[in-house]
């Protein structure tokens, strides 16, 4: 079975910086695309941003030139590095994957439990 485990939120205050994490475990034949996600109360999960295998990337435009999606195929993790956090980033922050799980076989999208990111003063 897959597994992703979502780690680096906290409590920041605003103009500050935190990098979450996503790893990818379990048995699979390749992940292919990676999004993060946030939920904040109220509202409906959106992308932040997301990156190919191969590394492209897009972001909303709510985040471009605070944050930076990036991954590291051999550690099967991917990065969110946030900077000059804003309050109206305080969310629930989702990491999504699709992944192979067999050669051959079509990619399967699998969901992390969330990190919670405070942004507050």
């Known amino acids: 079975q897959v597994q992703l485990v979502e780690s680096g939120g906290g409590l920041v205050q605003p103009g500050g910086s935190l990098r979450l994490s996503c790893v990818v475990s379990g048995s699979f034949y390749r992940i292919n695309a990676v999004g993060w996600y946030r939920q904040a109360p109220g509202n409906q999960r959106e992308l932040v941003a997301n990156?190919?295998?191969?590394?492209?990337?897009n972001s909303a435009d709510s985040v471009k030139g605070r944050f930076t999606i990036s991954r590291d195929n051999a550690k099967n993790t991917v990065y969110l590095q946030m900077n000059s956090l804003k309050p109206e980033d305080t969310a629930v922050y989702y990491c999504n994957a699709v992944v192979v799980t067999r050669i051959f076989s079509a990619g399967m999208d699998f969901w992390g439990k969330g990190t919670l990111v405070t942004v507050s003063s």
């Open positions: 990156i190919t295998r191969g590394g492209n990337t």
